[in-house]
Each structure stands twice: as structure tokens, then as C-alpha cells.
């Protein structure tokens, strides 16, 4: 059981604060905080605990200059990010793949032949029958979703620590998976960009407000 709980005003405060920013003053993210937001993603929940994608930070100024042509929603945010995240997704974690059997297999009672064969005969279900997923471009999208259930969890994080964040998806995918892969950092074969992320402290407060749904529209409880 945790030690200490955050209370809800300070939870909502920290959803409030929360906003899409695009350019941020000089200031640098502690090693520190930035570990606590990359534990968080970590730690975030994902389908059956497989962890099918990764982050890549990319603090590299030539890198982030070999990025702009080619995310055209983070125009403000490369130059002047403190940090600057890459969500990259599998395309290859089919129902058998080695990940999931040692995923499965870390699981109690699971390095029992039977058991894991249970196992992965269910999620070969799940995925085929629950999830219709019968190719890659099935499995990249499936494991995509699990960054964003992360990013979710990062950006309040990051907000509860007083930094900053946007989400990215104006990136042409296949061009940054190419500069990437002109870097070594993947294997466009088997994995691609998502989405990205940048992170820093806000030069301006934005100039309109929040437009969300009122309660009552948003949750309809039966």
C-alpha cells in the first residue's frame, strides 16, 4: 500500500495545469524529475504487460535539426524542448514472439510448460478473435496504443512536477522512422516512430482556455 497519496485537489490542479505547449524558456529539466517521468511511462499500464515499444529521448541538437523537415507539429518544440521523447512501437510481436513468452513466463506458475501454453494459446485469441489483429500493421497499431496510454500518464506526471509537455503527431512517420534509422537508433523492419513528446517549462502561458465537455456531457452514468 503507498505511503503517501496524492490528495484529489492536487490531482486536479495538476490535470488543470496541463496544457499542449509548443515552446519552452532555457530552462532544463533536473535529472532527477526526468527520471521520475521516464519511470512513470515505464510503469504505465500496457495490454497484457508486454512491453512492445520503447522511448527514445533525443537531447542531440544535429539529430533534432534532421527531425524539423519532417515533424511539422514540432516546429517550436525541437529547438527549444529541454527533452525531447520519441515513442517507438513494435511491428513483429506476433502471439508467439519470444517478448511475450518471457513476459508470460515471469508470471507465477508460469514456468510450467502447460500453463504458458495456456497462456499464449489465450492471447493468440485475444489478439485474433477480440482484437481482429491478423498482420503487422495490426500489431504496430496495437502496441502504438500502449505509448499513448503511457503519455497519458507521463504528461500528468510531468504536470504534478511543474513541467511541461505536448503531445506530437504532425510527423510524417515513415521519413522520421528513415532519419532514425540514418542515426542507428531503429530497425525500421521491426519497429517505428509513433508519436512524440517534448518536455520543458512554458515561455508564455497560453492565451485561450481549456474547451472540454461539461460533466454531465462527458460521463452518462446508467
Not at 46 to 72: C, M, T
Not at 117 to 140: K, N, P, T
Not at 172 to 197: K, T, Y
Request: charged fraction near 25%; charge should be negative; glycine fraction near 6%.
Amino acid at each position: 500500500m503507498m505511503d503517501q497519496v496524492l490528495k484529489p485537489a492536487a490531482i486536479k490542479e495538476a490535470a488543470h495545469f496541463r496544457r499542449a505547449i509548443r515552446s519552452y524558456t532555457d530552462q532544463k529539466i533536473s535529472d532527477q524529475d526526468l527520471a521520475t517521468i521516464l519511470e512513470v511511462g515505464r510503469m504505465s499500464p500496457s495490454s497484457k504487460g508486454i512491453l512492445d515499444w520503447r522511448i527514445i529521448n533525443v537531447k542531440d541538437a544535429s539529430l533534432r535539426e534532421d527531425l524539423k523537415p519532417h515533424a511539422w507539429g514540432a516546429q517550436k518544440s525541437l529547438p527549444t524542448a529541454s527533452d525531447f521523447l520519441i515513442f517507438v512501437a513494435r511491428k513483429d510481436v506476433g502471439p508467439d514472439d519470444s517478448l511475450v513468452r518471457e513476459t508470460f513466463r515471469q508470471r507465477p506458475g508460469c514456468d510450467n510448460p502447460e500453463k504458458l501454453g495456456e497462456l499464449l494459446a489465450d492471447h493468440r485469441s485475444f489478439l485474433e478473435h477480440d482484437m481482429q489483429i491478423h498482420d503487422r500493421q495490426g500489431i504496430f497499431e496495437w502496441a502504438s496504443k500502449q505509448c499513448y496510454l503511457a503519455f497519458g500518464m507521463m504528461a500528468l506526471a510531468a504536470s504534478e512536477l511543474g513541467i511541461d509537455s505536448c503531445p506530437i503527431e504532425g510527423l510524417n512517420r515513415s521519413q522520421v522512422d528513415q532519419v532514425l534509422l540514418h542515426h542507428n537508433l531503429i530497425n525500421p523492419a521491426i519497429e517505428g516512430a509513433v508519436l512524440m513528446m517534448s518536455l520543458g517549462y512554458r515561455d508564455h502561458d497560453p492565451k485561450r482556455p481549456q474547451n472540454r465537455l461539461a460533466m454531465d456531457e462527458f460521463v452518462k452514468t446508467v
